[in-house]
């Protein structure tokens, strides 16, 4: 060890007096500083402008533009002009040979090099710390453990760094091929995960050895045995072979020897790196304060009531549009979107499904191949991308495979599917969304899982008077949060079962199925008959949760249905005065009720969004019926109900006294609550239907917030008694202010842009003057 100690203290005096080490101290300190004085300023702006900064520790240090983060895109450039000399100066001078004839082994001289790189390296990190122990200061309940992850993915990766640009020095007496040839490993590493990814056995083994990202982890504050392993196999791997390169060159080896010594080392790294990087052998610890890289709680529980296998197979379909995703070179970018899942369930099963049938989502491509049949399509995509076509199942062979296990794809418009399946038979749907993201989040993933854990609440829409429709796509009806497989926040991709419900005496049974837990009854157009109206307050006497939505006009017909609630829809058009629109036009805002009991509802009201409603009836409720109100949403003062008016685009409606019509806060929906047996019945009663149509939901307004979706998804949370749509809110972090103000930013900048860069550059002038005076 001391020998190995003498070596490193030779090599750090030797490249601390050259002007190289100190010029990349002195740049790496003052891009930093200058980094981070840019992301305080922006912070210190964030306040000017009145907003709440979020999440301080990774914006200021280990975020995506973070000082961490910055850097560490950086090190590939200066790491090589550090490691380039140590072995090629002692070619090039010649002072090899009185390593080779002194009693000194290649493992002491290649080690002995490598401890000095190590203690370039702590300087490094000595210098980040610096940002570390400035942004603890300033910002209140600062997340260390995150900072510290951050600070130990840095120092690893120019620890890889130099390992591997000590090897390439023993390869050339040039130091500058030993740079360039440094920097071409780093780049052939960075892009081996794009290697071989069509080879099943080959893919896993160059996606592990890629080392783009490798860090980012740890900036994230998540540490993970594989990444550890990663760092710790690699650098043993540049390590051994530039040991070997020294022994082949002091003893005279046999070429085959040479090459059987090379490839048992590549061989055992890789055999280390595949077993390092099984599911069942790898370890986590989230270091973030809010376990940011952790499924929430609820996923937890669900994955843990998952006894047994699980199976998710991708279904792929050539003529879908979105097929690329689940081909082979795709595979281990798509077990990536799983991995939070496979991190807690790590027998999961993942197979891939291949086939041609008839896209009835992808119009395009019709378009694109007219008059050409699916097969000739689908040959023709083979061709284009060099796909074997004999690895798609026909439309009648995949029908065969499907319609066996009881899976019908039709159903699913044969787009690209996620299908997860249990050893006890149980399946559900996993989908691609047509939004930016496309890709399914932790709400969809484990609603999709959940629905095969408890009984999920069936939602039933009752039709056959006029009601709105949720299979078409029209602007009145309401398929987009029920039925549309491709939206996001549609019910069916939130967990719910859904369907309709015709209560006419010759298409229904003499009850409400108890398998309905939900009825929704939305803008009536023809009245009920007395036996279908019984049906509803059977339904409703036996517990049973509803939605019942009015439009003007419609009130007549409506009310005979809600009486028995205490409900009575008034004669008239709610009407409040917002510029720039029609009188009937109403924007609405949560109670201070519904904030205090609903955070979305409360982010709602921070954040000023509205709930938009074309159109509404007042009503009131009568509290002795049973049911206790509460009013979730109304107008302000400022409203009054219209009873004249009833063209609000040429006419302009006027408070009308005499009529009764004053000004007044409206409730427009209210939950209505009992306790039924061991169940508490819950009723919402909306005085507007048009609020939850498909052109409420789409549409986006340049002066007004809207946000339709949230009064949706929360009614029917709290319908489903808080097992639908799964809520993976996170904690909001807890480091969001700061102790500094505007004037800091000058102090920031002289410290971190001036005296750092300046005392380094001190330190080697003092180094130059004494080793000059020697």
């Known amino acids: 060890m001391k020998t190995i100690w003498k070596i490193a203290k030779a090599e750090l005096n030797t490249l601390f007096c050259s002007p190289i080490a100190w010029l990349i101290l002195i740049i790496f300190a003052f891009q930093a500083g200058l980094t981070y004085s840019d992301l305080i300023a ?3 702006r964030y306040l000017a402008l009145n907003y709440r900064p979020y999440n301080l520790t990774a914006k200021l240090l280990v975020g995506y533009s973070g000082v961490y983060s910055d850097m560490q895109n950086n090190l590939y450039l200066y790491i090589p002009l550090l490691t380039m000399g140590l072995m090629s100066k002692e070619y090039s001078s010649g002072s090899i040979k009185l390593l080779y004839s002194s009693p000194i082994t290649n493992t002491q001289i290649i080690i002995g090099k490598y401890v000095s790189m ?3 390296a702590l300087i490094l990190v000595i210098i980040l710390f610096a940002y570390f122990i400035y942004s603890a200061c300033i910002i209140e309940n600062f997340d260390y453990q995150l900072a510290f992850t951050g600070v130990l993915g840095i120092f690893l990766l120019v620890c890889a760094y130099a390992a591997i640009g000590l090897f390439m020095s023993t390869l050339t007496a040039y130091q500058v091929v ?5 920097l071409t490993v780093l780049a052939i590493l960075n892009f081996m995960n794009s290697v071989g990814q069509d080879i099943d056995f080959v893919r896993d083994l160059t996606y592990w050895l890629a080392l783009a990202g490798r860090s980012d982890k740890f900036l994230k504050g998540m540490i993970c045995t594989e990444d550890l392993f990663y760092f710790i196999i690699v650098i043993a791997l540049f390590l051994s072979l530039s040991i070997l390169k020294l022994k082949f060159e002091r003893t005279s080896t046999s070429r085959l020897s040479k090459v059987s010594q090379y490839v048992g080392v590549i061989c055992v790294t890789l055999l280390l790196g595949y077993t390092t990087s099984r599911p069942k052998l790898m370890y986590y610890y989230d270091a973030t304060a809010t ?5 929430t709680p609820p996923s937890q529980e669900v994955v843990k009531k998952l006894d047994g296998g699980l199976t998710l197979t991708t279904y792929v379909n050539l003529l879908d549009d979105n097929f690329g995703k689940g081909m082979p070179s795709s595979r281990n970018w798509e077990m990536r979107k799983f991995e939070d899942y496979i991190r807690f369930k790590p027998e999961m099963k993942m197979k891939y499904v291949y086939y041609y049938d008839h896209a009835y989502n992808n119009s395009r491509l019709y378009a694109q191949y007219p008059g050409m049949t699916d097969k000739e399509i689908a040959q023709r995509l083979c061709d284009t991308y060099d796909y074997d076509f004999d690895m798609f199942l026909s439309p009648e062979e995949i029908k065969k495979q499907t319609l066996s296990k009881g899976i019908n794809l039709e159903e699913e418009y044969n787009s690209f599917v996620y299908l997860f399946e249990r050893e006890n038979g149980q399946k559900a749907f996993l989908r691609i969304y047509d939004d930016n993201q496309r890709d399914p989040f932790e709400a969809q993933i484990t609603s999709a899982l959940k629905t095969m854990v408890v009984t999920p609440p069936m939602v039933a829409f009752v039709t056959g008077h006029g009601e709105r ?6 602007e009145r009806d309401y398929s987009a949060f029920a039925k549309n497989r491709t939206f996001r926040h549609s019910l069916i991709n939130q967990g719910f079962r859904v369907s309709t419900l015709d209560l006419r005496a010759d298409t229904a049974a003499t009850e409400i199925s108890k398998d309905i837990d939900v009825l929704v009854i939305a803008d009536v157009r023809e009245a009920y008959t007395p036996e279908e109206i019984a049906k509803v307050q059977r339904f409703l006497a036996r517990g049973g949760d509803m939605i019942i939505a009015c439009e003007p006009r419609r009130q007549p017909l409506m009310n005979p249905l809600v009486e028995s609630l205490g409900i009575t829809f008034l004669p008239g058009t709610v009407v409040e005065e917002t510029k720039g629109y029609a009188p009937n036009q109403l924007f609405l805002d949560p109670t201070e009720t519904a904030i205090k009991e609903n955070s979305d509802f409360r982010r709602m009201s921070r954040y000023g969004s ?3 409603m074309p159109g509404a009836v007042e009503f009131q409720v009568n509290d002795s019926c049973g049911f206790k109100s509460t009013v979730l949403f109304a107008t302000s003062s400022k409203a009054w109900n219209e009873l004249q008016t009833t063209d609000f685009v040429d006419d302009y409606p006027t408070i009308n006294m005499e009529t009764g019509e004053k000004n007044d806060s409206i409730p ?6 009992r306790q039924v047996g061991d169940k508490e019945q819950r009723i919402y009663v909306c005085g507007d239907a048009d609020c939850m149509a498909n052109s409420e939901l789409t549409t986006s307004r340049d002066d007004i917030s809207t946000s339709n979706f949230t009064l949706i998804s929360e009614v029917f949370r709290e319908l489903s008694h808080g097992e639908f749509p799964v809520d993976d809110s996170r904690p909001h972090p807890a480091d969001d202010k700061m102790s500094i103000g505007q004037g800091a930013l000058i102090w920031v ?8 860069p300046v005392g380094l550059l001190a330190g080697y002038i003092i180094t130059w003057w004494r080793r000059r005076k020697k």
């Open 610 to 612: 509205k709930l938009s």
């Open 291 to 295: 376990k940011a890289n952790t499924l």
């Open 749 to 756: 900048q002289i410290i971190f842009m001036g005296l750092i």
């Open 42 to 44: 922006d912070q210190l």
């Open 668 to 673: 427009l929906i209210t939950r209505l609550t």
């Open 118 to 120: 190590l203690v370039y």
């Open 178 to 182: 030993a740079a360039v040839g440094t």
């Open 469 to 474: 429709d949720i299979y078409k796509g029209g």
